[in-house]
Nanobody, 125 residues
Framework: QVQLVESGGGLVQAGETLRLSCVAS????????LAWFRQAPGKEREFIAT????????YYADSVKGRFTILRDIAKNTVYLQMNILVPEDTAVYYC??????????????????WGQGTQITVSS
C-alpha cells in the first residue's frame, strides 16, 4: 500500500508557472511508478506524465510535452510536476497516482492502483 498527498494547486494567470508536489508514504515506495493525471469538469481523467521507479525514465502526453516536467526525488519520496506557460485549458483537478512498476510507461487510468485526493488548478485568461 502507498498513500499519496498532493499539494501546490491554486489560481494562476495564463502564462504563469506552477509546481505541484506529491508525497508518497508507505512501505516500499521505491517499487512504485508514479504519475500525474488531470480531470477537467465534464471530461475523463487524462494522463499527463509518468516517471519510473529510479526516476531516470519519463513519459509525457503530447498535450503537455515541452511545457510540463515530472521529477522524482527518491530521498524525499516525492514527485513533482513543474508546469510552465499555463493556459486556461490546463484548468483541472490534478491527481497523483502510483502503480507497482512491472513495465514502463503506463498511461491508462486503470493501470494505477493508488490515487491522491487531487488538487485544483485554475488558470485564468
Amino acid at each position: 500500500q502507498v498513500q499519496l498527498v498532493e499539494s501546490g494547486g491554486g489560481l494562476v494567470q495564463a502564462g504563469e508557472t506552477l509546481r505541484l508536489s506529491c508525497v508518497a508514504s508507505g512501505r516500499t515506495v521505491s517499487r512504485y511508478q508514479l504519475a500525474w493525471f488531470r480531470q477537467a469538469p465534464g471530461k475523463e481523467r487524462e494522463f499527463i506524465a509518468t516517471v519510473s521507479r529510479s526516476g531516470d525514465s519519463t513519459y509525457y502526453a503530447d498535450s503537455v510535452k515541452g511545457r510540463f516536467t515530472i521529477l522524482r526525488d527518491i530521498a524525499k519520496n516525492t514527485v513533482y510536476l513543474q508546469m510552465n506557460i499555463l493556459v486556461p485549458e490546463d484548468t483541472a483537478v490534478y491527481y497523483c497516482a502510483a502503480r507497482v512498476d512491472y513495465s514502463f510507461p503506463k498511461v491508462q487510468r486503470t493501470d494505477y492502483n493508488f490515487w491522491g485526493q487531487g488538487t485544483q488548478i485554475t488558470v485564468s485568461s
